[in-house]
């Protein structure tokens, strides 16, 4: 006993640095780290291999960053992710940056160049501390002398608010050196002090008899769901919602009135613009700026960090902890305040009829009331960036079952896919489904080999209409002729099958709903190509809005 006992410290002691890292985060609850491996990479996946940790291959390194991403949303656990250095690491950039703005707690790792080749010209060498600089919380590079305190940094860092991604550069050969002893504390770096002006806060809110709550996407990443809903039931007032935060409260909710940006949103000036109060409730401007659509009232901006606001005179400000959001706003009176409710009813009323007004084509919004009405209420659907977004993000209902995953802060097409299937492996037993368009697929098909190979029953819905729409839209918008976004003629696929998996064709909505009941009962990864008519775009996006970014 005594010698198996010694020889167990003899080999804790000599602890290589990729077993230490493995060993680190599997205590943390990482279950699986998703890239594309290196030579060096090697005794990594080896490491995570023994320590219980699955290594997903993936087709492209963004796809790796995209599913580290949304794992951490779905199971709160850092997600994790690994790229080789060189193209690999410039590739896993972009997935990076999703993690960024949309708020995820991320660590990625990337081999890197020995120490003894850092400051020589050598191939596939670039300075990716300066890479990742811009697009993380933090980055770091490894030493077997510092591994232990750079990790424990790196796993409080990632999860601050606001949460986001932290890079830690490995050299190209240490993955077997011994780890030393280093110290471990974290100093967590200064905070921006604000001086939260309680008074005037209270005052505004004594006085508002028409306020609006706009609730954003750190209330929803913060699980505030069912503290809103109690408040709501005593402060009763209309809610409307950024597109992340959807689901945030039902659509069935009487307070709930609509998705600001998304389709039809300008409906809803005819609750903001009666306002005499706007409270931004874990509102992040990195979604939507206030000044888009904020009309003439002073805003109560709540939130969990110092963020930069319009230069107006009328905004004030709170940081601090979402228990003290609410506590302060009880100081409005709830036998006073102006409840809209003929007004929202109105508001839902009218966009429904509207989304029903092109249901009599296979247009989106057809294929999409399909998709809505043959999948269960519990399923989690992705949806990549495109015209298809700024429709299903109004016109999708979630209700209290269900869970929509976008990309907003970020909104990088091909994003759909890879967290179609992130949240299939973390949620096994639920249906999944994504809903992208042509474009936003064809920039990671690859992905099927992934889906394929893991055996994921995912329903990947490509809204082929052979364009690249919004910029379409905005080109013509602009009085341009279109140019530069035809993807392709004829049939997308021209087969039943791609890369191995099933492709359904829907052309009509009979079509489309006997695709839909089909792919259900499949247990592999399955395509339909729904050929839809996009004419209902020109009519449903708001010009103003979608003109207004990148999107």
Request: hydrophobic residues 40%.
């Amino acid at each position: 006993m005594s010698i198996l006992f010694n020889r167990f410290v003899v080999i804790y002691a000599l602890m290589t640095l990729a077993g230490y890292i493995a060993d680190q985060l599997f205590k943390e609850g990482v279950r699986h780290i998703f890239g594309i491996p290196g030579g060096p990479s090697i005794p990594y996946i080896r490491a995570f291999t023994d320590a219980g940790i699955e290594f997903i291959l993936t087709a492209n390194e963004s796809s790796a960053a995209i599913m580290a991403d949304v794992t951490a949303r779905i199971t709160g656990i850092p997600g994790v992710c690994h790229s080789t250095l060189g193209p690999g690491a410039t590739n896993i950039s972009t997935g990076i940056g999703g993690a960024l703005l949309d708020r995820s707690p991320v660590i990625v790792f990337t081999t890197e160049v020995s120490d003894e080749m850092l400051f020589r010209t050598t191939q596939m060498r670039i300075d990716q501390q300066k890479l990742f600089t811009p697009l993380t919380k933090a980055t770091f590079r490894v030493s077997p002398g510092n591994i232990k305190k750079v990790l424990a940094d790196t796993l409080a860092i990632c999860r601050e608010e606001y949460p986001g991604p932290v890079h830690i550069g490995l050299p190209s050969d240490i993955a077997e050196s011994e780890v030393t002893d280093s110290e471990q504390h974290y100093e967590e770096p200064p905070v921006k002090k604000q001086e939260n002006d309680i008074l005037r806060i209270s005052s505004l809110l004594a006085r508002s008899r028409r306020p609006l709550l706009a609730a954003g996407m750190t209330a929803a990443r913060l699980g505030l769901k069912e503290k809103l809903l109690s408040f709501l039931e005593m402060y009763r007032m209309p809610v409307v919602l950024t597109p992340m935060a959807k689901g945030l409260i039902p659509e069935t909710h009487p307070s709930y009135t609509g998705i600001l940006f998304h389709s039809l949103s300008d409906y809803l000036k005819a609750i903001y613009e009666k306002s005499d109060l706007v409270i931004g409730f874990g509102y992040d401007q990195v979604e939507y700026n206030y000044e888009s659509w904020l009309p003439g009232v002073p805003l109560i901006h709540f939130n969990t960090v110092v963020s930069d606001m319009p230069d107006r005179e009328n905004i004030v400000r709170f940081t601090g902890p979402p228990d003290e959001w609410f506590r302060i706003m009880s100081e409005l009176s709830p036998g006073s305040l102006l409840f809209e409710q003929g007004t929202i009813r109105s508001i839902r009323d009218e966009m429904s009829l509207n989304f029903n007004g092109y249901t009599n084509h296979f247009g989106p919004v057809t294929a999409l009331k399909v998709l809505q009405e043959e999948l269960p209420d519990d399923s989690v659907v992705t949806a990549d960036v495109g015209s298809h977004l700024h429709l299903a993000g109004q016109l999708w209902e979630l209700g209290n079952k269900g869970r929509f995953i976008l990309t907003n802060g970020w909104s990088g097409m091909g994003f759909g896919l890879p967290a179609a299937l992130a949240a299939k492996i973390s949620c096994p037993e639920t249906t999944v489904a994504c809903i992208s368009g042509d474009g936003g697929f064809l920039m990671t098909a690859g992905e099927m080999i992934t889906a394929r190979r893991h055996k994921l029953h995912v329903i990947l819905v490509v809204l082929s209409d052979g364009e690249l729409n919004l910029i379409k839209l905005k080109q013509e918008w602009k009085k341009i002729t279109p140019g530069g976004t035809q993807l392709y003629e004829g049939d997308l696929f021209g087969a039943n099958s791609f890369l191995g998996c099933r492709v359904l064709n829907a052309e009509t909505e009979d079509n489309m709903r006997k695709a839909v009941k089909q792919a259900l009962e499949m247990n592999e990864p399955v395509i339909i190509n729904a050929k839809i008519d996009p004419e209902d775009y020109k009519w449903l996006i708001v010009k103003q809005q979608a003109a207004a970014t990148g999107k």
